[in-house]
T-cell receptor, first 114, second 114 residues
Framework: NAGVMQNPRHLVRRRGQEARLRCSPV?????VYWYRQLPEEGLKFMVY????????ESGMPKERFSAEFPKEGPSILRIQQVVRGDSAAYFC????????????FGPGTRLTVL | AQKVTQAQTEISVVEKEDVTLDCVYE???????LFWYKQPPSGELVFLIR??????QNEISGRYSWNFQKSTSSFNFTITASQVVDSAVYFC???????????FGSGTRLQVQP
């Protein structure tokens, strides 16, 4: 009974490179959320997806960031041309059909930009 | 707009003391959901509780209890007889029908000294 899986757990990138973060939701969950936690801060919502659809991306930076949740495979958060300010922990959460149920969080991906 | 305020940035107690973590929320919806999550030093997020706005009964789970008061828009969390293992950052969060993603407070860091 696997929970939310995220990989990699740690990712180091140099400025200007691309970062790809993967999230496999709990089996049977069709709702995926991405949150970012800057050092010593709370979690901030980024994007909410259902299979093949972006439902709410009001928390996503307008440039360099994109997300997808294809019909098959994990959800991907992509950050192009990373900058030092992108260094953070990125958490993925999933929930079943009723989105106000508990959101199950993954262990997070810690991105460090050198 | 949603907002969650955790005014206590950091609390330090000695083992076996009781401690209350405050959470005040704002939402325009009459239907909303409140959550508490624990983030231990290892970094993952652990779900503790979910309440909906129609259920104002206080809840007790072992040493944990929650006091939900709509009149003051508060959802406070009390740990009785604290233990060192309770040391963590605790986040209060809110979702409503207008925004299914969670809005988190900034967190309260609890240090329980032996």
């Amino acid at each position: 009974n696997a929970g939310v899986m995220q990989n990699p757990r740690h990712l180091v990138r140099r400025r200007g490179q691309e970062a790809r973060l993967r999230c496999s939701p709990v089996k049977g969950h069709s709702h995926v959320y991405w949150y970012r936690q800057l050092p010593e801060e709370g979690l901030k919502f980024m994007v909410y997806l259902q299979k093949e659809n972006i439902i709410d991306e009001s928390g996503m930076p307008k440039e360099r960031f994109s997300a997808e949740f294809p019909k098959e495979g994990p959800s991907i958060l992509r950050i192009q041309q990373v900058v030092r300010g992108d260094s953070a922990a990125y958490f993925c959460a999933s929930s079943p059909e009723d989105p106000h149920n508990e959101q199950f969080f993954g262990p997070g991906t810690r991105l460090t930009v050198l | 707009a949603q907002k969650v305020t955790q005014a206590q940035t950091e609390i330090s107690v000695v083992e076996k003391e009781d401690v209350t973590l405050d959470c005040v929320y704002e939402t325009r919806d009459t239907t909303y959901y409140l959550f508490w999550y624990k983030q231990p030093p290892s970094g993952e997020l652990v779900f503790l509780i979910r309440r909906n706005s129609f259920d104002e009964q206080n809840e007790i789970s072992g040493r944990y209890s929650w006091n939900f008061q709509k009149s003051t828009s508060s959802f406070n969390f009390t740990i009785t007889a604290s233990q060192v293992v309770d040391s963590a950052v605790y986040f209060c969060a809110l979702s409503d029908t207008g925004r299914r993603a969670l809005t988190f407070g900034s967190g309260t860091r609890l240090q329980v000294q032996p």
